[in-house]
């Protein structure tokens, strides 16, 4: 499953980008997680890295493209940038933040369906990042990206994901190994969390989307320094 963000003032263009990735996904028995923005600098302030790739329009007003992709660049050094633009003579500099290609206004499948192409197979080439889960549901193989956090529920050890809530019996210390070390942090001897979800940090307790996890005050210092050294390395 693919997480791609679609970055474009004008409606209208991001609607057909939709409806181009709905088809592509269908063509290729592949589901997209498909979120539109169309306010630029919102996006720049807020980007979190949890996205495989990025459709970025060009002239946008606030915050132009060019300089919102040395933003996120700077936040993420893996993400796939694609410039969908009607500035033709300015998505050249996409060399400038590693961008994948560029897409000219009006936009038509068969050229779009080539550059996600090239998208697919880039990610296709970087190294698996994915973690087995044993769990109710069955056995799932899910990349680390799509895991929030990690809790627990009386017996039970919960993974709280972009495809919904996994869980079996255990001990959080029984899976801890698959997920310390790789950009997940405890901030209490029953919480997991991904460091790349964080949305942010009030007091003693760390914001991931919706839920609010407590940060135990012996595991503190721990996870405040798990979370500066992630940072430090954009």
């Known amino acids: 499953m693919l997480r791609i963000a679609i ?7 991001a609607k057909v980008l939709q409806g181009y990735l709905q ?9 997209f997680v498909v979120e539109v923005f169309d306010d630029s600098l919102d996006f720049a302030e807020n980007y979190q890295p949890v996205w495989q790739a ?3 329009d060009i002239d946008m007003p606030r915050y132009n493209g060019l300089n919102l992709a040395k933003e996120i660049r700077r936040a993420d050094k893996h993400v796939c940038i694609l410039f969908v ?4 003579q300015y998505a050249i500099r996409g060399y400038e933040v590693d961008a994948v290609d560029f897409l000219v206004k009006p936009v038509q499948y ?3 369906s080539d550059k996600m192409q090239k998208v697919r197979n880039i990610l296709n080439r970087a190294p698996d990042d994915a973690v087995i889960i044993d769990c109710k549901e069955g056995i799932i193989k899910m990349p680390r990206r799509e895991i929030r956090y990690i809790g627990k529920a009386g017996n039970n050890i919960v993974w709280h994901t972009d495809r919904g809530d996994f869980r079996r019996r255990g001990n959080i210390t ?3 190994g698959d997920y310390l070390g ?3 942090s405890k901030c209490n001897s029953g919480c997991i969390v991904n460091l790349r979800r964080f949305d942010r940090i009030l007091k003693h307790e760390i914001h991931v989307g919706e839920a609010v996890l407590t940060i135990s005050r012996g595991m503190e210092k721990s996870f405040r320094e798990d979370l500066m050294k992630f940072m430090r390395r954009f």
């Open 7 to 13: 970055v474009d003032d004008n409606l209208e263009d």
């Open 23 to 31: 088809r592509f996904s269908e063509e290729i028995g592949e589901t």
């Open 54 to 56: 990025v459709l970025l």
């Open 85 to 88: 633009t009607n500035m033709g």
């Open 110 to 112: 068969q050229n779009f």
């Open 174 to 176: 029984d899976i801890e």
């Open 182 to 184: 790789h950009d997940f």
